[in-house]
């Protein structure tokens, strides 16, 4: 029963030393090969030569089907069981396996039957600066108003490359501009470029601005990409209306007929929109009988007759006109409008007999006076001048 005992032991022992045995074996057979290849190489290139650098003798190669294990449908390495040498089989895009990570590396599996040996082999793929720096949009459009104040900043939209971080994006640059420039700020994510208003845009001068920005990133020779900033400045209301001449006069004659055109007033104003629109009115301290003289259209500018003109009540006018925009808060400019009336003769005479006598002696002096008669006509000029005369036979003269 004893020796029984201690036969079971022993076994127990070698079954113990045995499986320490493989596991020493397993370390020595699966011992890790390193190779570094740069990305893009052409389909056939040599990786490194496996049996060589893991001590295996390439005879065997053959007759212990020597293979790489994996489920790769398209694999990206093949190795030659002649040489045991590993090749490229398609096109290594360091991009498209690693994406943005710093470290790309592919970890392969090679096996040897009979007896069974591991190696395990680590590919490196190098970086190279085969991108140029792209952004999202070809054209970015920004729209600012006239009145932002200098100082304002505006995100504008990074650059990508997918390019590892060595030749990613390093630096902006922007077309020249006297109204913006450049700022950038780094994140964790790269450099994000701001756009900075440093001088208050006009668009009365410039309606819209160009420029263009260009990302470059850090390869020897660089490579760089570039999108189009448009920028649209937004009018604000800050130009009053303009009278497109200094002085306004008409000549008008008198007794014209209501809705004959007087004159007609223009104005401008380098605003767009309603704060561009001009309206006409009369100016607010314009008499109520003005008002009623004369109208003015407050689309067109037009001042035409209302009322009644009269030489002799007034014969010169002087109206004071408004041309307001239709901002929200609306600017105004007022100009005077002088209007001679022209004297017509539509007044006759009008004969005033200030002393008459009803009867006069038989032995009345000649000479002697009669009466008086004083005659008035409320034109001017030579219509308004008098000639007075009585029938030649009666024994009496006007002086």
Not at 11 to 39: K, N, T
Not at 41 to 70: F, H, M, P, W
Not at 309 to 337: F, H, M, Q
Request: charged share 30%; net charge negative; hydrophobic share 35%.
């Amino acid at each position: 029963m004893e020796q029984r005992g201690r036969r079971t032991w022993i076994e127990r022992w070698r079954c113990i030393v045995y499986a320490v045995a493989l596991v020493m074996f397993g370390s020595e057979a699966s011992a890790q090969i390193r190779y570094s290849i740069s990305e893009e190489v052409k389909e056939g290139s040599v990786v490194g030569n496996i049996a060589k650098d893991a001590g295996i003798d390439k005879v065997t190669l053959k007759e212990r089907q020597y293979r790489i294990v994996g489920s790769s449908k398209e694999p990206l390495f093949h190795l030659n069981q002649d040489d045991g040498v590993l090749y490229v089989s398609r096109k290594v895009d360091r991009e498209e396996i690693c994406e943005r990570r710093l470290d790309c590396v592919i970890n392969l599996k090679t096996v040897l039957e009979n007896p069974l040996e591991i190696h395990y082999v680590t590919v490196e793929v190098v970086d190279i600066n085969d991108h140029s720096p792209i952004f999202p949009e070809k054209e970015k459009r920004l729209e600012i108003f006239e009145s932002t104040i200098p100082g304002a900043r505006f995100q504008l939209q990074p650059a990508r490359d997918p390019d590892g971080s060595q030749f990613s994006v390093h630096q902006y640059k922007l077309s020249h501009s006297d109204h913006f420039r450049l700022e950038l700020k780094d994140r964790d994510d790269g450099k994000m470029p701001f756009l900075v208003l440093q001088k208050q845009l006009d668009r009365e001068a410039a309606r819209e601005h160009t420029l263009l920005l260009t990302a470059i990133d850090g390869g020897r020779p660089p490579k760089s990409g570039t999108t189009q900033v448009l920028i649209e400045v937004l009018d604000v209301n800050d130009n009053a209306p303009v009278f497109t001449q200094d002085v306004y006069s008409a000549t008008l004659n008198e007794n014209a007929a209501p809705g004959t055109l007087v004159i007609r007033v223009n104005a401008t104003d380098l605003d767009e929109g309603a704060n561009g629109k001009i309206v006409y009115s009369f100016g607010k301290e314009v008499e109520i009988k003005l008002q009623k003289l004369f109208y003015i259209d407050s689309s067109t500018g037009e001042i035409k007759v209302t009322g009644e003109i009269d030489y002799e009540e007034n014969e010169r006018y002087e109206i004071d006109i408004r041309a307001s925009d239709e901002g929200t808060i609306p600017l105004s400019t007022d100009k005077s409008v002088i209007i001679k009336v022209i004297d017509l003769n539509d007044n006759p005479p009008e004969i005033e007999v200030t002393s008459f006598s009803k009867s006069v002696p038989e032995d009345c002096r000649i000479g002697t006076t009669v009466a008086l008669i004083s005659v008035n006509d409320l034109d001017s000029g030579p219509s308004g001048k008098v000639s007075c005369f009585i029938p030649e036979d009666v024994p009496f003269a006007i002086l």
